[in-house]
């Protein structure tokens, strides 16, 4: 099964961050200056004390974490569950946005290069190894079986 | 009447005959002796008296004195440790029964080499053996001429400082000082000093005995490692595991022989060094002059008490470190020894200065004194320097333990503490908590922590220190050692009133000792139900395990799976969070609330497959595959068929 990387990550952070949807999993320690990386500050908004009190309330991140919903999506798509048409319908579905908002999201999602990359990439986990064989061809016993 | 007059009468022959036939000066004597018979009666018999006890004591001293340096030269020269056992019959026939039953073993180690090669399974490695197996055959026909030379080259070194046997200067002193006890007036100072070298005869005497049954038990000893040397050597044959230590235990085994072999074979040279260095400071140190007048019985007999003691200790020092070399076989005259002090040597000493000073009249508090005394005054004479006073004077000394005392007085606090929160009293002495502690390490520590926090830091440390008592006696062997750490790093981490860094601490510690906790090897060597038995979410809140489990199957499992308990994938979260570190939170964030993950996986994985096949099939239909993914769309489908 194929996953986003690292500048995956902080390219969805960034779509989080545009769209203001990190409000409801961070609080005000938040930092949102120039300094912190996108990948620094995506991680935050991912480990935090608001989003384990929610959790330790019984919630599921699936359910409720903006990054955690993007990446579902994500991963859907670049492991061939889903294509491109079925991207914006699910942003309406999930985050309740317009049918404008959901196509230019869609479309940055259709866009981001390494996404298309991971969507090309042959799954290496589908190709089954063979079985090693364990005989050795070296030993005498082999040779004389041979 | 008449009976009385002939008696004196008798008298009076006897008189003027010893009178014309003695000496003049032994008839100058008794007639000097009859007056201050006359003239002062009590006096007189009271010193003939304490001549006949110092006779009898000086009677003991030299033959306790005598019997011990007899034994101890006698074990350290050709009746002793010089029987390397070639001329044994025991060793002789014991040697070659065992050598029979090593080659038996060696020909079924030939037979498994043999079937390795043949089916090429470890091939080099049997290979190997093969070479091994030739030098070892060989090699078991020489055991113990290889053995005699080894000893014989331990005992040629010890020989070197213990060629001459033990010197009876000891001896010699100990009889100038009863010579010059009966020319003292004084009938309590010659008490004291009659009764203070009895008593370091015995402790001497005790010493030496101890010795001689050390030098007694290595003989024996490597007698039977040279008797079962056959057996260990063939065991160099197999390859190292629990299975053949099983066949073979203890010193049958190479590892254990070779280490008990070598261990036996030295504990001679340092045992022979301090022998000498003994020998020297009693010839340099012993001090039996008579008390004069202007000495005060107390400097006195501290003074002589020392310079008696000094050598001694030498010798029950070197007598212990020799015994830490000897392994665990020697650990019991280790014991012994340490009794035989108790008993002799802090009991005496404890007395005498009881006696001297204060009075004391316990012999164990007496013991206690002496400790303290030495110690005392050695803390003293080393912290001297530091604030500028002579080490060798009293006043240097003084200054000196004052100095360390303000330190202590610092750290003191703390060590009450430590105390205090073992709740250390009357009810739970120390050797209460050990023991619990030692117990709990070994069965696992479920219920270890269950105090104050204060009491669970305490606790912690304590478990720590009974580890490290148990690795230093060597009483149990690494893997063990292991087990046990492993026991109380889950315990600790288990216990949220234990910080994460004192936990690694324990394990880097624990790491410089050889006692190998790979935390991060035990959890992924564990599965994901069974890490969330033995650990608590506490456990996994700590960001250092919590690092451990990203990217594996079973922090996948616990962070996502339904199975999974809300508290410990919480805690998971929490650890990575509190791990700060990047890598591990960019891994956990790939797929933290996956759909795709554990629960989900085998239904979301078999569509990807479908799908990928599908798309394998328009292709086939377009332009045809090629054979490698003729190949991998064979494998799916099987993978589908399944």
Same mark, same amino acid.
């Given at each position: 099964m194929k996953k986003i990387n690292d500048n995956i990550i902080s390219f969805l952070g960034e779509i989080i961050l545009k769209n203001k949807l990190e409000k409801d999993v961070v609080d005000s320690s938040f930092d949102y200056s120039e300094k912190t990386t996108l990948l620094e500050k995506t991680l935050s908004m991912i480990f935090n004390d608001v989003v384990i009190k929610r959790m330790e309330n019984g919630e599921r991140i699936a359910q409720f974490h903006p990054f955690v919903k993007l990446r579902n999506i994500v991963d859907r798509l670049i492991n061939n569950l889903?294509?491109? $048409?079925?991207v914006s319908p699910l942003l309406k579905e999930e985050f309740g946005f317009s049918e404008e908002k959901a196509k230019e999201i869609a479309l940055l999602i259709k866009e981001n290069k390494d996404i298309k990359e991971l969507i090309e990439k042959e799954d290496i986990e589908i190709a089954q190894p063979n079985i $090693?064989? +364990?005989?050795?061809? +070296?030993?005498i016993g082999y040779q004389l079986l041979k | 009447m008449f009976k009385v007059k002939k008696l004196l009468l008798l008298v009076l022959i006897v008189i003027i005959a010893f009178s014309c036939f003695s000496p003049f000066e032994a008839v100058s004597a008794f007639w000097s002796e009859a007056y201050d018979l006359i003239s002062d009666p009590v006096g007189t018999i009271s010193a003939a008296i304490m001549s006949v006890i110092i006779d009898i004591v000086a009677g003991i001293c030299e033959f306790i004195l005598g019997l011990a340096s007899q034994i101890l030269t006698w074990s350290i020269t050709a009746g002793g440790i010089d029987q390397t056992g070639r001329e044994s019959p025991a060793v002789t026939e014991g040697w070659n029964l065992t050598r029979g039953i090593a080659n038996s073993a060696l020909i079924i180690g030939l037979v498994i080499i043999a079937i390795n090669i043949i089916l090429g399974k470890e091939e080099e490695q049997a290979k190997k053996t093969l070479i091994n197996f030739v030098i070892v055959a060989l090699l078991i026909n020489f055991t113990p001429l290889i053995c005699g030379f080894l000893i014989e080259g331990a005992n040629i070194i010890a020989r070197g400082f213990v060629g001459e046997g033990i010197t009876n200067e000891m001896s010699n002193q100990f009889l100038d000082g009863l010579t010059s006890a009966k020319n003292n007036t004084n009938l309590l100072e010659t008490l004291i000093l009659i009764l203070f070298l009895l008593v370091f005869s015995i402790i001497s005497f005790v010493i030496h005995l101890l010795y001689s049954l050390l030098f007694l038990a290595r003989t024996v000893i490597l007698w039977i490692l040279i008797i079962v040397s056959p057996i260990a050597l063939a065991t160099k044959v197999f390859p190292k595991s629990n299975a053949v230590k099983k066949f073979f235990p203890s010193i049958l085994y190479w590892d254990d022989w070779y280490e008990m072999f070598l261990q036996w074979v030295i504990i001679v040279v340092p045992a022979a060094i301090f022998i000498h260095l003994s020998n020297v400071m009693i010839r340099a140190s012993i001090v039996t002059e008579p008390i004069e007048e202007s000495d005060n019985l107390v400097d006195y007999l501290m003074n002589i008490g020392f310079s008696f003691l000094l050598p001694l200790i030498f010798l029950y020092v070197g007598f212990m470190v020799t015994i830490s070399s000897g392994g665990k076989i020697a650990a019991p005259i280790g014991g012994l020894g340490k009794k035989a002090w108790a008993a002799t040597a802090g009991a005496a000493g404890g007395y005498v200065i009881g006696k001297a000073s204060a009075g004391v009249s316990k012999v164990a508090k007496g013991a206690k004194a002496t400790g303290t005394w030495a110690k005392e005054g050695a803390i003293g004479m080393a912290a001297a320097p530091f604030v500028g006073q002579k080490p060798w004077s009293k006043e240097g000394r003084d200054s000196g333990r004052a100095g360390v005392d303000k330190v202590k007085a610092s750290v003191s606090g703390l060590a009450e503490k430590g105390k205090d929160y073992l709740r250390i009293g009357e009810k739970n002495t120390w050797a209460k908590r050990s023991a619990e502690t030692e117990k709990q390490l070994k069965e696992g520590m479920d219920d270890y922590f269950d105090g104050t926090p204060e009491e669970n830091v305490a606790k912690f440390k304590m478990a720590q220190q009974q580890i490290e008592k148990a690795r230093r006696s060597g009483s149990l062997s690494k893997k063990e050692l292991s087990k046990q750490a492993e026991n109380l790093f889950v315990a600790a981490a288990n216990n949220g009133d234990i910080e994460d860094d004192a936990i690694l601490e324990f394990l880097e510690n624990s790491k410089t000792k050889g006692i190998e906790v790979d935390y991060g090897k035990m959890l992924r060597g564990t599965s994901a139900t069974e890490i969330m038995k033995k650990y608590k979410p506490k456990a996994l809140e700590r960001g250092f395990i919590a690092k451990e489990l990203v990217e594996t199957p079973q922090g996948e499992f616990i962070r996502?799976? #339904? #199975?999974?308990t809300q508290a410990h994938s919480v805690a998971l979260i929490k650890g990575i969070e509190n791990s700060k570190s990047t890598e591990a939170q960019s891994k956990a964030a790939l797929d933290i609330g996956s759909t795709l993950s554990p629960g989900d996986y085998k239904n979301n994985y078999e569509q990807i497959v479908i799908a990928k096949l599908d798309q394998l099939r328009e292709k086939e239909q377009r332009e045809g595959l090629t054979d490698k993914e003729k190949e991998q769309a064979a494998n799916m489908a099987e993978f589908l068929r399944k």
């Open positions: 889903i294509t491109y $048409e079925d $090693e064989k +364990k005989v050795n061809p +070296k030993s | 996502q799976d #339904r #199975r999974s």
